[in-house]
Each structure stands twice: as C-alpha cells, then as structure tokens.
C-alpha cells in the first residue's frame, strides 16, 4: 500500500537517499529541506532514479515553517502515514570549548526540531489511530563519544524522546515509533560539523588538541569498516518503515551493532523494554 511520506533535511546526503528509496517503492514523498534554493542535488538525484518528489520548505528550528508546511500536507492528502525525522547537525566540540549558543543550536535542530514535527502530526496519526514516526538518530544517541559530548546529548534526547512515546502512545492509539541508529555515513554531514568548527574559531591550541587529533586520526583510519554510504543506511529506514512490527530501535551495520553491544545486546530492537515500562506503569 502507497503511503504519503514526509521527510526532513532532504537537501543532501541521507535525506536525499531516503526520498528517492521510499519513491523508488512506490511512496508519495513529501522531501522539505530549510531552503529549497539548494533542491538541486534532490532533483538530479530523483531524475536519475526517474522518480517524483513533492518538495517543501520546512525549517525544523522554525515552529511556524513546521506547522505551515505539515498542515499544507494534511490539507492536501488528508493524512501524512509516516515522518522520517531526518534534519539534523553534527558537532564536534569539548564542553569547555564550546559556547552556549552553539550547544543550544545543536539542541534546537537535533532534539527540539524532533519535536516540533512530532508535536505537529500526532495528533492527526492519534485520530486515525494509525502512523509511523522514525527518527534518524545515531550509536551517539546509545553511546557517548570523545568530543561529541554535546552532539551525543542531543541523540540521546531523541533516544529517550523515542522510547517514552513508544511506551505508551504506541499500544494505546497504533502510532509506531523507531530510533533508527547509524554509526559513520559517508556524506556531507561529517564535513559539515568540521567546516562548523573552523567557522567557530578551529581546533584551539591548547590541552585538547593532541586529544582531538589522535580522535581525527583513528576516524579517518576506521575508514569503510565502521562507515555506510548513504543508500546503505536509507535501505534500513525503509524496512523499518514497510515492516509490519517495526523496531523501537535499529543500528544499521554490523559495526554499529558491535560497537553498541555492551548496551543493546540484552534488547537489541526495544521491544523488550517497551512492554516492561508497559507493564510497570500502564498494564
């Protein structure tokens, strides 16, 4: 069965790779980014799949872009079946050095953009007693990083925010709820937390430094054994999102199952845990 999709953060990278997965499938796919100026990597990416995408404007840090663009969607299709929560920054940056503007940025895009578009289509999926929520996390949202400490804290936000709505919200009104965790893409997103960081005064010169760029270093070495491609990880977010009994929770590589195991291995997709909270709470 088609359903109507609606995903964030389509302007590269993964975003890209999910809209045209979930066309290539037979899905109407509703791809927003913040600026449609910068659709032209989607477009080329759609035409060479010979698929069609609805696109949007949708600023997951505006609440006001939020709710226009979702209630343009709901207007218009009478229903969205699934929000790919997709729009999202790295950064990498210790406590000590990082501002408390740039914290609460990454928070606001990372965690409260999550939000936001939660908050906008619930309560439709609520009424129908039908829907699907999957947010793009990462192993940072299960397993905390050197230099990564505030980015890591935005995913597990999301990780918890995942897990809470999923306790109850699921059994109760049918709306599935799925943290998908990748560990390294091969995309943009990596070059632009370090481009954030150059723009943001670059690695300082001081105790961290030999710290970070021994971190720098072992990244680039763990080369194509711990990172995907894009389509590689987009490939899990459509099962996820076609499977009839989706996941709480999904790493995405073998690698991102090892490194996470320590943490996940009792309970490795969420449903365990989801019905003791259940249980101990609501039943």
Known sequence: MSKIVVITGCSAGLGIAIAVQAAQKGHKVYATMRNISKRAALDEAAAAAQVTLEVLPLDVADTASVNICLEKIFTKEGRIDVLINNAGSGFVRSTEQASEEDIAWIMNVNFMGVVRTTKAVIGHMREARSGHIINISSVGGLVGQPFNEVYCASKFAVEGYTESLACYVQP???????????????????????????????????????????????????????????????????????????????????????????????????????KQVYDTFLA
């Open 172 to 274: 109760t009104f049918g709306i599935n709820f799925t943290s998908v965790e990748p560990g390294g893409i091969r995309s943009e997103f990596a070059n632009a937390a370090l481009a954030h960081v150059q723009a943001s005064g670059g690695m300082l010169q001081d105790e961290y430094l030999p710290i970070i760029q021994k971190y720098i270093g072992g990244a680039q070495a763990r080369g194509d054994s711990a990172y995907q491609s894009c389509d590689e990880v987009a490939a899990v977010v459509i099962d996820c999102m076609e499977a009839k009994n989706p996941p709480i929770r999904t790493r995405t590589s073998d690698w991102s199952n090892k490194f996470c195991e320590l943490k996940t291995a009792a309970d490795p997709d969420g449903l365990l845990l989801q």
